[in-house]
């Protein structure tokens, strides 16, 4: 599982990508494998409504193993498929670029972190600079 340490230090080094690409305010949050809050953060002026954007992209990503960017594209290609993931899951699941899983160097599942607050592409670069930060691997 990932540490308090760990996810504190994605959050971080996400927020700081986000601070050196001049991008609006983001809220990270880290989950664990099994899908549990680890740590959030929300940075001021972040908009309403982002925490649960950020964590339905990190929940995704863990539900399906894939990052929240291919279930973008699995939405594209099949709308209904994805349209009863989220009933599923209470419409938690967003599918969009920003939910990246994370892994220990053996390539064992730790987690998920999910970045909310500019271009879904943007908020991606950011939670794979906040993954790398923590010495883990994109999953």
């Not at 989950?31 to 954007?53: F, K, N, Q, T, W």
């Not at 291919?70 to 290609?77: E, Q, V």
Request: charged share 20%; glycine share 16%; proline share 3%.
């Amino acid at each position: 599982m990932i540490s308090l340490e760990q996810a504190r230090t994605v959050i971080a080094a996400a927020r700081a990508k986000g601070r050196e690409m001049d991008l609006n305010p983001l809220t990270v949050v880290v989950l664990d494998a099994g899908g549990h809050l680890v740590a959030m953060e929300r940075e001021d002026g972040s908009g309403y409504g982002r925490p649960e954007i950020a964590g339905g992209k990190a929940e995704g990503a863990l539900a399906m193993g894939t990052s929240s960017r291919k279930l973008g594209d699995m939405a594209a290609d099949r709308p209904q498929f994805m349209a009863a993931l989220s009933a599923a899951w209470n419409g938690k699941l967003i599918p969009a670029a920003g939910g990246v899983l994370i892994k220990d160097a053996a390539g064992a599942l730790l987690g998920a972190v999910g970045v909310s607050g500019d271009l879904s592409d943007k908020d991606e670069e950011a939670a794979f600079a906040g993954i790398a930060a923590a010495g883990l691997t994109a999953g």
